[in-house]
């Protein structure tokens, strides 16, 4: 079966741009297709969508794993969980994944005194 240049738009959108092995630019010459097209169709509601479903799910599969190694390798290398954690925060910028629009109430937490 044939993968469409879309599909793998939508699966080189949703990896962290660090671990992209590809400019948009060649990616755009490697499928004959222009870099207005490109961004036309990863702009494209239901496209957002997909890339937003594949982080989620990426993060999901992942983040246990990550979560587990960060306390060992995060004594001797930050990098890849910098890469990742950056990766999640640049993903909470571009989307809401927590409330769906709905407004959030503040919630005041006072630290106790010791």
């Known amino acids: 079966m044939k993968v469409s240049w879309i599909d793998l738009m939508i699966e ?5 741009e ?4 590809q400019t948009i ?3 755009c010459i490697e499928h004959k297709i222009s870099e207005s097209k490109y961004y036309y169709q990863a702009s ?3 496209n957002q969508k997909h890339i937003v479903n594949t982080c989620l799910n990426n993060a999901k599969k992942y983040a246990p794993e990550v979560l587990e190694g960060l306390g060992e390798r995060g004594k001797k290398d930050n990098r890849a969980a910098e890469l990742y954690l950056k990766f999640i925060l640049e993903l909470r910028e571009k989307t809401d994944v927590t409330t769906k629009g709905e407004k959030i109430d503040a919630i005041n937490y006072i630290v106790p005194e010791k």
Do not use: G, H, N
Request: net charge positive.
């Open 12 to 16: 080189r959108q949703s990896t962290p």
């Open 44 to 46: 494209k509601p239901e």
């Open 18 to 21: 660090q671990l992209r092995t």
């Open 25 to 27: 630019v060649d990616f």
